[in-house]
């Protein structure tokens, strides 16, 4: 293997039991930096709960994950997010009443000392949003966009905190067959 990097995510023999119920059945797949993959499947086939476990929602019953080869050291939301793991939920996870930037930084806010960094907040936001839609206001609230534009912004917000593998459980499911275009981008 030397001079090949490592596979970014690893899934060996996943499984995932509810009481006697087994939704994944040992699971194993290697994804390697940069490439895009697809589950396919019948509702309740475990697709969402297989997303879930790689970000650390739900702890699988046994089974590895293992991120640029390294074992994920908890099973949490914060063990996988440390490891580099962000996760866009098929219902999007924003304050309505917030503004894009807050949204971006919900619960890591920068700071400098006990003051909110806020210019230094919209400064990355829009550094990051203009690779994916410059035209999104930063100071906007994110209830007067569009979904599509709130799906962007759900993938901005995992870009701007560095993420190496972004899970976007079913994201074109309520967008327009133009919006998905968009998207896919």
């Known amino acids: 293997m030397d001079g090949y990097p490592l596979p970014r995510l690893t899934l060996e ?5 509810y009481g006697e119920t087994r939704v994944v059945d040992e699971i194993s797949i290697t994804i390697e930096p940069g490439a895009a993959h697809a589950l396919l499947g019948e509702n309740g086939a475990g ?32 063990g ?8 866009i939920h098929q219902e999007l996870q ?22 909110l960094a806020k210019a230094e ?6 550094e990051v949003l203009a690779r994916l839609d410059p035209a999104i206001d930063v100071r906007a609230p994110i209830s007067t966009l569009r979904v599509a534009s709130r799906q962007l912004i759900e993938i901005a917000r995992a870009l701007l905190f560095k993420a190496k593998i972004i899970a976007m459980d079913e994201p074109t499911s309520s967008l327009m067959p133009t919006e998905v275009a968009r998207l896919n981008r």
């Open 121 to 126: 907040m919209e400064t990355r936001a829009r």
């Open 47 to 78: 697709k969402s709960t297989l997303l879930k476990m790689i970000s650390g929602v739900v702890r699988p019953t046994s089974g590895i994950i293992r991120v640029d080869g390294v074992e994920l050291p908890s099973y949490t939301m914060n």
């Open 94 to 115: 924003q304050v309505p009443e917030l503004t894009v930037v807050q949204n971006m930084f919900l619960g890591r806010p920068l700071q400098r000392g006990p003051v």
């Open 80 to 87: 996988a997010r440390s490891a580099g793991v962000a996760m």
């Open 13 to 17: 023999k996943l499984v995932k039991c």
